[in-house]
């Protein structure tokens, strides 16, 4: 069945420095891709998503490109911010009309 | 515009009782959507409802089940509750359901403690 398998935290950046948290997929057919961000307290927001292989998603400084040929979805930023502190999470929106999420990967940017 | 509300947002049941949470969807949102947090599964589907019909249904036994109104509030139920069942239950609305493609706006959720 359709899966995500995302990158273990808890990662701890300083701020500017650059950040990869890996993402990984199982699926079948051409599923759509995303990234969804948790801040403390509150629910889940949209961060990016990509509807196709090749396609870049950026928001915020943040970008993911849907890679078919090694099935992943790695989200990436130049340059952390203390705000960036969250807790991010893969998906995936697959055939079967629901959401694979990966099980989150915890960010903490110190000053 | 107001954002997908969810009550209660804590309470705290003792096994074998039932549960029923609430959720106020975006308003012209016809779909509401049910996820599971917990630290060892992460985030997975219960249901998905649209205008009063589940449109599909996540890996999960009877105990859950959920229900929509004519004004798209949908609420979960959960009976006999169980130790495992502890979780952030999540809910998530969008204008024409998850299929689409369009975004989901999720609410900050109900935290469910079973002692």
Known sequence: GDSVTQMEGPVTLSEEAFLTINCTYTATGYPSLFWYVQYPGEGL??????????????????????????????????????????????????????????????????? | KAGVTQTPRYLIKTRGQQVTLSC???????????????????????????????????NFPGRFSGRQFSNSRSEMNVSTLELGDSALYLCASS???????NTIYFGEGSWLTVV
Do not use: M
């Not at chain 1, 927001?45 to 990509?50: D, R, S, V, Y």
């Not at chain 1, 400084?61 to 705000?83: I, N, P």
């Open chain 1, 45 to 111: 927001q949209l961060l990016l998503k990509a509807t196709k292989a090749d396609d870049k998603g950026s928001n915020k400084g943040f970008e993911a490109t849907y890679r078919k040929e090694t099935t992943s979805f790695h989200l990436e930023k130049g340059s952390v911010q203390v705000s960036d502190s969250a807790v991010y999470f893969c998906a995936l929106l697959g055939g079967g009309n629901q959401f694979y999420f990966g099980t989150g990967t915890s960010l903490t940017v110190i000053p």
């Open chain 2, 24 to 58: 106020s969807p975006i308003s012209g949102h016809r779909s509401v959507s049910w996820y599971q947090q917990t630290p060892g599964q992460g985030l997975q589907f219960l249901f998905e409802y649209f205008s009063e019909t589940q449109r599909n249904k996540g």
């Open chain 2, 95 to 101: 204008p024409f359901g998850v299929s689409s493609g």
